[in-house]
C-alpha cells in the first residue's frame, strides 16, 4: 500500500520555469522525504523536512510541510532539462525508518 | 566512495525458474533495505536488515521470495518458481549514520516470460 499520493501524475514545462508537484498523505508522520528517479536509475534522495517543521530549502529545491493538511509540496525554481525525471514523496511514521513511497510525479522538462 | 551497487541489471527468466539478485551496499552500511517497483509506480516495501539480522520482511509477497544477508554486508533476494507478476524492477538501499537518508543502488530490472 502507498501512503503518500503525488500530485500531478506528469508534468510537462519549459525550460527555466518552476515546477510545483504536491503530496498527500494518510498518518501521521515523523517526516517526509522527496526523491528523484532518473529514468533506468535508482532514486536520489533529494530533502527531508520533519514534523516539527515547515519549510527547507536546497539549492533550487523548496519544500514546505502541512501537517494540518497532510500535505507537502516540492517546487523546482528555474527548471533545467535535467530536472527531468519521476520524483517520489516517501513518509515515515511511528518509530519506523521504513519510508513508504507514493505513485510519483513524472516531470519532464523541454529545453 | 563507491554507491550501492547491484547485479546484475537485467535479468530474463522463464516462469518457474529460481533467481538471485545482489545488492552491494556502500560499505559500513549497517541497514540494508530491499524494494520492488512495478512499472509507473513507486518503490514498495520488501525486506529490511540490520546487520545480518532481518528485521521485517513483512512487505514480501509470497513464500516464494527469500532475502539473506549473512555477513552483513552483502545481501541476496531470492525468487523461487518465478511468476509473471513479479516481473518489476528490484531495488536495494542502504544507510548509515543518518537513519532517515537511504542511498540507493541502480536496482535490477527482472522479466519473467
Known amino acids: 500500500s502507498q501512503q503518500g499520493e503525488e500530485d500531478p501524475q506528469a508534468l510537462s514545462i519549459q525550460e527555466g520555469e518552476n515546477a510545483t508537484m504536491n503530496c498527500s498523505y494518510k498518518?501521521?508522520?515523523?517526516?517526509l522525504q522527496w526523491y528523484r528517479q532518473n529514468s533506468g536509475r535508482g532514486l536520489v534522495h533529494l530533502i527531508l523536512?520533519?514534523?516539527?517543521?515547515r519549510e527547507k530549502h536546497s539549492g533550487r529545491l523548496r519544500v514546505t510541510l502541512d501537517t494540518s493538511k497532510k500535505s507537502s509540496s516540492l517546487l523546482i525554481t528555474a527548471s533545467r532539462a535535467a530536472d527531468t525525471a519521476s520524483y517520489f514523496c516517501?513518509?515515515?511514521?511511528?518509530?519506523?525508518?521504513?519510508?513508504?513511497f507514493g505513485r510519483g510525479t513524472s516531470l519532464i522538462v523541454h529545453p | 566512495g563507491a554507491g550501492v551497487s547491484q547485479s546484475p541489471r537485467y535479468k530474463v527468466a522463464k516462469r518457474g525458474q529460481d533467481v538471485a539478485l545482489r545488492c552491494d551496499p556502500i560499505s559500513g552500511h549497517v541497514s540494508l533495505f530491499w524494494y520492488q517497483q512495478a512499472l509507473g509506480q513507486g518503490p514498495e516495501f520488501l525486506t529490511y536488515f540490520q546487520n545480518e539480522a532481518q528485521l521485517d520482511k513483512s512487505g514480501l509477497p509470497s513464500d516464494r521470495f527469500f532475502a539473506e544477508r549473512p555477513e552483513g554486508s552483502v545481501s541476496t533476494l531470492k525468487i523461487q518458481r518465478t511468476q509473471q507478476e513479479d516481473s518489476a524492477v528490484y531495488l536495494c538501499?542502504?544507510?548509515?549514520?543518518?537513519?532517515?537518508?537511504?542511498?540507493f543502488g541502480p536496482g535490477t530490472r527482472l522479466t519473467v516470460l
Open positions: 523536512i520533519r514534523s516539527n517543521e
Open positions: 498518518t501521521s508522520i515523523n517526516n
Open positions: 538501499a542502504s544507510t548509515g549514520t543518518s537513519p532517515d537518508t537511504q542511498y
Open positions: 516517501a513518509t515515515a511514521s511511528g518509530g519506523s525508518y521504513i519510508p513508504t
